[in-house]
Nanobody, 118 residues
Framework: QVQLVESGGGLVPPGGSLRLSCAAS????????MGWYRQAPGNQRELVAT???????NYVDSVKGRFTISRDNAKKTVYLQMNSLKPEDTAVYYC????????????WGQGTQVTVSS
């Protein structure tokens, strides 16, 4: 199992930037595909980005070119750099870990609020 703690959310004007961090502990970090999800009020939780141990990434179309997911395997930390933020990006952002060997090994952080508003 793994414990995940997000940080870095806040209030930012449209066009601004934020960097979210997710610190992992408790398990072998290389066994996990890491990701960021978000959930806006009234909406389903949606995938934003994922990254494998080797650095392969995927993004939802709406954030391509604006967001960058990365991971520091030595620090067991995942980041989401968010640039050119839009009001539509407002949501609670959740860090996710999926164990590539154990089907039940899916874990979530507590979430961090991102609000994009002038």
């Amino acid at each position: 199992q793994v414990q995940l703690v997000e940080s870095g959310g806040g209030l930012v004007p449209p066009g601004g930037s934020l960097r979210l961090s997710c610190a992992a502990s408790g398990s072998i970090f290389s066994n996990y595909v890491m990701g960021w999800y978000r959930q806006a009020p009234g909406n389903q939780r949606e995938l934003v980005a994922t990254i494998t141990y080797g650095g392969n990434t995927n993004y939802v179309d709406s954030v391509k070119g604006r967001f960058t997911i990365s991971r520091d395997n030595a620090k067991k930390t995942v980041y989401l750099q968010m640039n050119s933020l839009k009001p539509e990006d407002t949501a609670v952002y959740y860090c996710n870990a999926r164990n590539i060997f154990v089907t039940t090994g899916i874990f979530w952080g507590q979430g961090t609020q991102v609000t994009v508003s002038s």
